[in-house]
């Protein structure tokens, strides 16, 4: 029988589950439609937070649930040349190390429990048939869902990406990797090895088994995935033994292929995370990557769906997000490079390291891979126009508060620094709060350093901002208008 949404979402991974929870903040009706019967993995996967993605938890009030279940490190790799972010401008200057399998689970618990967003469990989207008015979404089952959008969350392989058509550009795989967690009889050797991957416990505080094994493998084009005698023989290859290595959690591969959605969006369908972007999983900038898109597009969509804004607003989603994921995809493919263990990348290697002992080259890079110097292009003005909105702490006439806590119902926010009531916000009430306040500190961003505080700032429900100046400036209910929707 088919059932009507708002939004249905193909997925509930990191990126599906992020989606509908900040959906559910603006009152939209949501779905996820989810292939697991349960929540659980098979296995840890993806293995961190990066401090942007920790950001965007913090202003949804809910990073301290994922700090106190990780381990916070105080460096970044890249190729496996170290980053230090301790001097960031930032309360998140850290990674955090935690497991997919606990991120998911934090995250449903916000999302499934606390939200009370519906899922659909033990069925995928098969297909979809799109109208002027909604989409028909196709299930496993043999069952159906009417819906306005729908956004494919559903990875790599996405189901909904290939019924849209949507041609899904890049290159093809080069190198592989084995990745298994299993138990060994013998005490393995822990560390990396020069050619990446290594021997690992997945209770890095604990210590001992099960462990986490990451090998480089010969390229073959592999229709199957590894078995157990293929993970024995590649321990063998690299370490001279296997250890004893038995009871396997999982064993997988993956591999250098690199590719990115042409489009993120096909009228009423749209692409997040993995289905619309896959790259190999070096710098841990995935799962991270897929979290921000769904904080990009959650708010956009609600608007669209209340009425709000035009459906044009949609459009900004691929304008701001398609080049952030190509950076990614840039930024891993130059760290497969880096991985080559003959005499000239290890030179290569080197040269870089050197590089990245100085201040300013670490600071670009780690800024880049951490997620903090993301700008979306919304034209020229004050440095701080389309990037994130710093964590500041201000003096309100209700009591002291910070920039983040005032984004936690995912509204937008008009920041007004300067003389009170210079300006009418009444026909924006229902969909911009107006907080009068006052900042004694620097407003500081990674990489420029110190800038000039504005008067005013608008702040989009994802963090960045959308407009600087003074209440009293005339561009002001313009900027208003287009992000936000006319009175």
């Known amino acids: 029988m088919e059932t009507e949404h708002a939004v249905v979402v193909a997925g ?115 297909g979809f048939v799109q109208d002027d008015d909604g989409v028909d979404v196709e299930l496993s089952d043999g069952g159906s869902l009417r819906t306005r959008y729908l956004v494919g969350c559903d990875g790599g392989r996405s189901a909904v990406r290939k019924a849209a058509g949507i041609e899904f ?42 462990y986490r094994v990451v090998l480089v493998e010969e390229f073959v084009d592999h229709a199957t995935g590894p078995t157990m005698a293929e993970l024995r023989e590649a321990l063998v290859a690299a370490y001279g033994t296997d250890f004893g290595v038995h009871d396997p959690t999982w064993i997988s591969r993956f591999t250098d292929v690199t590719r990115q959605a042409a489009t993120y969006r096909d009228a009423r369908v749209l692409l997040a995370g993995d289905a619309a972007h896959v790259h190999p999983p ?26 709000t804004a ?56 780690a800024a880049n891979l951490a997620g903090l110097d993301i700008r979306y292009d919304l034209g020229e003005g004050h440095p701080l126009l389309g990037r994130r909105m710093p964590d500041l702490d201000l003096a309100t006439f209700d009591g002291p508060t910070s920039v983040f806590r005032l984004l936690e119902e995912a509204r937008p926010v008009l920041l007004n620094l300067g003389r009170p009531g210079a300006f009418d916000t009444s026909p924006w009430a229902d969909r911009v709060r107006l907080v009068d306040a006052r900042c004694d500190g620097p407003w500081v961003l990674p990489v420029l350093g110190e800038v000039a505080a504005p008067g005013a700032v608008l ?8 407009w600087t100046g003074h209440l009293a400036d005339a561009e002001l209910p313009a900027a208003l208008a287009t992000w936000f929707g006319t009175p």
């Open 310 to 365: 035009p459906d044009g607003l949609l459009d900004t989603y691929h304008a701001e997000r398609h080049p952030v994921g190509a950076r990614v995809l840039r930024n891993t493919m130059a760290a497969v490079a880096l991985g080559g263990t003959d005499e000239r990348h290890q030179a290569l290697k080197a040269t870089l390291a050197d590089l990245l002992a100085t201040d300013e080259a670490r600071q670009l890079l």
């Open 12 to 126: 509930g991974g990191p990126t599906g589950l992020m989606l509908a929870g900040e959906l559910a903040l603006a009152g939209v009706d949501v779905v996820i439609v989810e292939r697991r019967a349960t929540q659980e993995l098979d296995g840890s996967r993806a293995g961190g937070l990066h401090a942007r993605t920790l950001e965007v938890l913090d202003q949804r009030g809910i990073v301290d649930r994922f700090v106190t279940a990780g381990q916070t490190m105080q460096i970044q790799a890249f190729a496996g040349i170290m980053l230090d972010i301790a001097d960031f401008p930032t309360r998140h200057n850290y990674g955090l190390a935690l497991w997919q399998s606990h991120i998911e689970r934090l995250l449903a618990d916000w999302v499934l429990g606390d939200l009370e967003v519906p899922i659909v469990r033990h069925r995928d989207v098969i």
């Open 282 to 307: 070096q710098g841990g900038q995935g799962l991270n990557t897929g979290v921000l898109d769904a904080v990009n597009l959650g708010w956009k969509l609600a608007q669209v769906i209340a009425g």
């Open 169 to 210: 550009v890049g290159w093809d795989a080069t190198t592989s990797w084995m990745i298994a967690e299993a138990q060994m009889e013998q005490e393995p050797v822990v560390g990396m090895r020069p050619e990446g991957g290594g021997i690992g416990p997945v209770d890095g505080e604990k210590g001992g088994g099960p």
């Open 459 to 466: 702040i989009r429900p994802d963090g960045h901002v959308a």
